[in-house]
């Protein structure tokens, strides 16, 4: 990634930005005087600049985007099997378990030399919050039919939820 990608989203604490821009043109037939015209020739070089500015820094995500999914692609990779319990409070309020076959790619050591890794859902099987013992059974068999799979059990009531 480059040092203008970086820096832009470290200026904005966050891992996406969001950025629009808007172009208003007017109808150079209805201008009547020449320091309006003049404004808006002003105005539409520096809108040149910004657009110029801003396909060059696309350019530069593309290809941050390009070495990301390389890094991805030849980064080792180990199988994991999740059972997590979650509470749908936007939907119906109800308890839903969630059996996840994941591949968890293992990143490059950050600065404090800790290894990093990123999770991608490969399946997902959906249990009913009472259907409880069929999902911590099919994790079991999961985990009996794939010897030495990362296993993650997380069926614990949040926090918030007691």
């Known amino acids: 990634m480059t040092d203008r990608l970086k820096t832009m989203f470290e200026r904005h604490y966050n891992d996406?930005?969001?950025h629009s821009h808007h172009v208003n043109y007017y109808n150079p037939a209805e201008?009547?005087?020449?320091?309006?015209?003049?404004r808006r020739d002003q105005w539409s070089a520096d809108e040149l600049r910004r657009l110029t500015e801003e396909i060059e820094l696309l350019k530069e995500y593309r290809a941050a985007l390009a070495e990301r999914y390389n890094e991805l692609l030849t980064a080792p990779t180990v199988p994991v099997v999740r059972l997590r319990r979650h509470k749908e409070y936007c939907r119906d309020n109800k308890v839903y378990y969630y059996l996840e076959e994941i591949t968890r790619f293992i990143d490059r050591p950050n600065s404090r030399d800790k290894t990093t890794y990123t999770d991608q859902?490969?399946?997902c099987t959906t249990f009913a919050g009472t259907a409880r013992r069929d999902a911590i059974k099919a994790f079991e068999d999961y985990k009996k039919n794939h010897?030495?799979?990362i296993a993650i059990l997380d069926i614990e009531k949040g926090s918030w939820e007691r």
């Open 121 to 123: 859902v490969v399946n």
């Open 31 to 38: 201008i009547m005087d020449a320091d309006t015209i003049t």
């Open 16 to 18: 996406s930005i969001q």
């Open 147 to 149: 010897p030495g799979i």
